[in-house]
């Protein structure tokens, strides 16, 4: 049993370049080169449901312009600021500073920790910033404390004149509708979500991702009775075509497959290993491996895949 944990860890970090995350990459790698040789300074808006892989591509960008330590001074190309769940002015002036390796963040008003994160971000040489999990300003639900935030960045973004990425969940979208500042600077938008190239079928492309990782387990897959093009649609709705479910399902079912020493990974272990690993309530009909499934998006209340309600209309709660 014990030698699995090194193949589910390596599994884990299986790191893969599947279309739209290419493109959702290059988009904001061009981004960084745009400003470099001109000084045009760009913004882009990515959006994506969890477990797309958003904060995955965040650090892969992060890590292509590591931060550099001189001895006068750290060169920080990239900046990845994680926006927390209380999207505060203050916390996400915060969040930024340490980000900054600024040693206390909590330190001084909102107007002096903002001009010090501005001042710290040219010092160390800041030319793309980074702000994920964008929907938490969102959350916020006040439409004052989401103007508020939002004029924040705004002045941040203009005061450092670096190109932006405002990165976070599909709804994000409706935060811009109510600030039109913003709206304005992340006019620019990427999807990250599979089936956009024209040419492959979500299902195919969900396929290629599901056999492209299944090639680095050392249990081959197999499609059993489904056929390949069936068993890609079929993956497809086991993991609404999210990198994250893939892996998930995968890991599970290579726990299985390990421990009762299969030859195999096909749909019997791939349904059992969906039902532990991503919906315990999907069985039978509801099982995306089982014969008896009717093809359908897992989406609706009380589903895997049920869209996210909060954020769709105002809430009354915090302070700003
Ligand atoms: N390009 C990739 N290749 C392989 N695995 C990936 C890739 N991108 C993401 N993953 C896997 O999917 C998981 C979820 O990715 P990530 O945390 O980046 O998603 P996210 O879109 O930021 O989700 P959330 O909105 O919930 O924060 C990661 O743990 C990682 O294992
Ligand atoms: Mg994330």
């Avoid at 916390?91 to 909590?106: F, I, K, R, W, Y």
């Avoid at 969900?206 to 499609?223: D, E, K, N």
């Avoid at 995968?250 to 195999?264: K, P, T, V």
Wanted: charged content about 20%; glycine content about 10%.
């Amino acid at each position: 049993m014990n030698s699995i944990y090194p193949i589910l860890e390596q599994f884990n970090e299986e790191h893969l370049l599947f279309p739209s995350y290419v493109a959702a990459f290059e988009d904001i790698d061009g981004l960084l080169g745009l400003h470099r040789e001109t000084g045009i300074t760009q913004n882009l808006l990515v959006l994506g449901e969890s477990g797309t892989g958003k904060t995955t591509l965040c650090r892969a960008i992060a890590a292509k312009y590591p931060r550099t330590v001189l001895t006068e001074r750290d060169i920080v190309p990239v900046l990845h600021v994680p926006i927390p769940c209380a999207a505060t002015i203050a916390g996400v002036t915060e969040a930024m500073l340490a980000q900054l390796g600024d040693p206390s963040p909590a330190f001084g008003s909102i107007s002096t920790k903002t001009a010090r994160a501005i001042k710290l971000a040219r010092a160390l040489s800041v030319e793309l910033l980074l702000f994920d999990e964008a929907q938490h300003i969102q959350d916020r639900g006040r439409l004052p404390t989401q103007y508020h935030v939002g004029d924040w960045l705004k002045t941040v973004m203009d005061a450092i004149n670096v190109p932006t990425a405002l990165i976070g969940l599909p709804r994000v979208g409706q935060l811009l509708q109510v600030n039109e500042q913003l709206r304005r600077r992340f006019s620019r938008r990427r999807y990250l979500q599979m089936g956009q190239g024209g040419e492959t079928s979500i299902e195919a492309e969900c396929l290629q991702l599901f056999v492209s990782l299944g090639a680095t387990l050392p249990i081959s897959l197999a499609c059993g009775a489904f056929g390949w093009a069936e068993m890609g649609q079929r993956v497809y709705y086991a993991c609404d075509g999210r990198v994250a479910y893939v892996k998930k399902l995968l890991s599970g079912a290579i726990r299985i497959a390990l421990d009762r020493d299969l030859r195999e990974i096909g749909p019997t272990v791939l349904e059992e290993a969906f039902t532990k690993e991503v919906w315990w309530e999907g069985v039978g009909q509801l099982n995306p491996f089982n014969s008896g499934f009717r093809f359908r998006k897992l989406n609706q209340v009380n589903e895997p895949f049920e869209r996210g309600l909060l954020g769709t209309r105002p809430v009354a709660r915090g302070r700003t």
